[in-house]
């Protein structure tokens, strides 16, 4: 039997509901995000995005508030843009240090991390967040600060969740060769990928969702379930 030396987990639908990010971060973000362009928009850090926002858009000028409008609609598409990823995380750092909400995860969750990092096994997180607010996530957890379980963070910058490349850079960055990595997700397509690579893959698919007739990976209702 192979031995898995480090699990690598999504966060949405994996570790915590879709619903947490969609009903509360996102139209916190969407909410505060033209007053925040306009207050913080001369910061190094945010010019930056700001200008990768317009360049992934292929505008070659354009003024603050179209900026501000592309983002918007980003927002409501759910559009997978490290720009638009690395300004939301800023947004959502004010909201977690003022207490406006705590992140949700999944009740076995915390206890099966802390569970997996004391058997000696790495934990790793790649999502399409930015990886500053996957620390953010997980610092500000309902199960309080779980950050110091994690050796590592990646997100798009590393690419997309869904090339077999992404994954390759992931177990060169981590220095494991892939068939001793296990990675979690919700996404089939993300596991397809990540199998393609060599890793293990575990698909989350929690009640109330019906569970597929001839699935592709090892399926999971929750984390209490997965023995690495």
């Keep these: 039997?192979?031995?898995?030396?480090?699990?690598?987990?999504?966060?949405?639908?994996?570790?915590?509901?879709?619903?947490?990010?969609?009903?509360?971060?996102f139209p916190h973000a969407?909410?505060?995000?033209?007053?925040?362009?306009?207050?913080?928009?001369?910061?190094?850090?945010?010019q930056h995005w700001l200008h990768e926002a317009a360049r992934e858009a292929g505008l070659v000028e354009a003024s603050r508030q179209e900026i501000i409008e592309l983002l918007l609609r980003w927002i409501d598409a759910d559009r997978k843009s490290t720009a638009l990823k690395a300004l939301q995380g800023m947004i959502w750092k004010d909201g977690y240090a003022a207490g406006d909400y705590r992140a949700h995860l999944y009740p076995e969750v915390a206890?099966?991390?802390r569970e997996w990092r004391a058997d000696g096994l790495r934990l790793y997180v790649y999502s399409s967040g930015s990886v500053p607010a996957q620390k953010l996530f997980f610092q500000y957890s309902e199960a309080s600060d779980l950050t110091p379980l994690f050796a590592g963070y990646f997100d798009t910058e590393t690419g997309p969740k869904r090339e077999v490349e992404s994954y390759r850079r992931i177990a060169a960055a981590i220095e494991e060769e892939p068939r001793h990595l296990l990675f979690l997700s919700d996404i089939v397509e993300e596991l397809d990928a990540a199998r393609a690579a060599g890793f293990h893959t575990g698909w989350l698919i929690r009640e109330p969702q019906a569970l597929p007739d001839s699935p592709r990976h090892a399926v999971y209702r929750d984390f209490d379930a997965i023995a690495p």
């Design 1 to 25: 039997m192979i031995e898995i030396r480090a699990i690598v987990t999504d966060i949405e639908g994996t570790t915590s509901s879709i619903d947490f990010v969609r009903d509360v971060l």
């Design 30 to 46: 969407r909410k505060r995000l033209p007053a925040f362009v306009e207050t913080h928009g001369d910061k190094p850090d945010v």
């Design 111 to 113: 206890a099966r991390l």
